[in-house]
């Protein structure tokens, strides 16, 4: 694990074994910067795939990476042949033919966006062969990622959500952006009893309302007049889409639909910018671009890679207007992506550490090492250690 920030001087430190019981300045920096940040007045959370691949299932990684699901729809195309088209033909060879990409490709957003725009030039039989292949790999990508259920452990999201959203009533709630399509932070929050504000009402019939961001949930004693804020809750602000959201034709409106087969999801593929316009995406988009605008305000980004332009261009922005703007990014491929031939975004960061911004700081890291330096600044409460302790009853007799 390491930190760039201008305690630093700018430059890469790592962390290392403490001597005589005594912290090592990277150590400490780390510390600081996350403690610094869940005291923040106004605490941004923007989480990527790699708060996801520390979920295991049945002993192995349960989320797939980009890499995994191009080698699934890949193994899916090869085993089958075209069916119902006049020249048939493997599937994988036939979709890389249309989509006018290389056989060595490895990116699977550049083959999605190459065959989405080709659909709309390839004449007739050709176009709707290659849409039929785009949605078939669509579903791969949506079984691919519905990963969540009751027998997987969520040790580390469970840790991250005590720290992050359990915040006094005088700071604002934890907003949490995530890319994810998956349900890690939702179940996180059901087994640890927190409420989650996600923008759908409460109730049976659960449609997206973004005014349901503007509510709050208060603790009422019976007998007593006074109300009082709960520890608990934070608001899910999901920037591409959930598993578990669908699209209604008929009405236009967003239903949370568990276990739906027609997902209301922005895949990969350089379409995506446009889509984030349309709703419920531009109420998130615009939410967070305002959340980065408010003053004293801590944006912590875990696992996100900084390769979506429609998320890393308001950041970058928002650092650049808001000199109120702490911004602290953990990934741990984010030492070389800072560089100069790496990701634009990153270097920019790391650029104005090495010039003093000292609001500042990229930490080399995965997300299950770093959850057990943030600090947890509010205790936990009765309620919260008797849910716990009913939980391991729980486990224990189940």
């Known amino acids: 694990m390491k930190i760039k ?18 912290p090592d300045p990277a150590s400490t920096d780390i510390r600081r910067v996350l403690t610094g940040a869940v005291r923040a007045q106004n605490l941004v959370i923007l989480t990527g795939l790699g708060t996801s691949l520390c979920v295991q299932k049945s002993g192995k990684r349960a989320a797939p990476t980009m890499g995994d699901l191009l080698a699934q729809i890949k193994d899916a195309f090869d085993v089958a042949n075209m069916v119902g ?7 994988w060879a036939k979709f890389l033919a249309l989509a006018n990409v290389p056989a060595d490709n490895v990116d699977l957003e550049y083959l999605m966006s190459r065959a989405t725009t080709a659909a709309e030039f390839l004449p007739g039989n050709d176009a ?22 009751d027998a997987i452990d969520l040790p580390v999201h ?11 009533s005088r700071r604002a709630r934890t907003k949490l952006f995530t890319t994810n399509y998956d349900l890690c932070f939702e179940t996180a929050a059901r087994r640890s009893g927190f409420v989650v504000v996600d923008g759908f009402a409460f ?15 208060v603790r009422r004693s019976a007998g007593e007049e006074k109300s009082e804020f709960i520890e608990s809750l934070f608001h899910l602000y999901k920037i591409h889409g959930s598993i578990d959201w669908e699209l209604s034709p008929a009405t236009g409106r967003i239903a949370k639909r568990p276990g739906t087969e027609k997902p209301l999801l922005i895949y990969p593929k350089s379409t995506k910018y446009e889509l984030a316009f349309s709703q419920p995406y531009i109420e998130i988009m615009g939410t967070l671009q305002a959340s980065l605008r408010t003053p004293n305000t801590t944006l912590v980004v875990v696992g996100f890679g900084f390769n979506d332009k429609h998320i890393s261009e308001p950041i970058i922005g928002a650092i650049k207007g808001n000199l109120s703007l702490n911004v602290v990014a953990i990934n741990p491929d984010i030492e070389k992506a800072s560089d100069a031939g790496g990701n634009a975004y990153l270097n920019t960061i790391g650029t104005l550490i090495e010039n003093g911004d000292a609001r500042l700081a990229l930490i080399a890291g995965k997300f299950e090492d770093i959850v057990p330096m943030v600090p947890d600044v509010i205790a936990e409460t009765e309620l919260e250690k008797h849910a716990e302790r009913l939980r391991n009853m729980s486990q224990k007799h189940g």
């Open 5 to 22: 920030s201008s305690q630093g001087l700018g430059k890469w430190q790592e962390v290392l074994q403490p001597v005589d019981d005594m």
């Open 158 to 168: 469970e840790a991250f959500l005590r720290r992050v959203a359990r915040r006094s």
């Open 128 to 149: 709707k062969t290659l849409r039929k292949l785009v949605s078939t790999a669509e579903d791969i990508i949506r079984d691919e990622v519905d990963f969540m259920d």
């Open 85 to 91: 088209e006049p020249d048939g033909g493997p599937r």
């Open 203 to 217: 109730g049976s019939e659960a449609y997206f309302d973004s005014n349901q961001f503007s509510y709050d949930v």
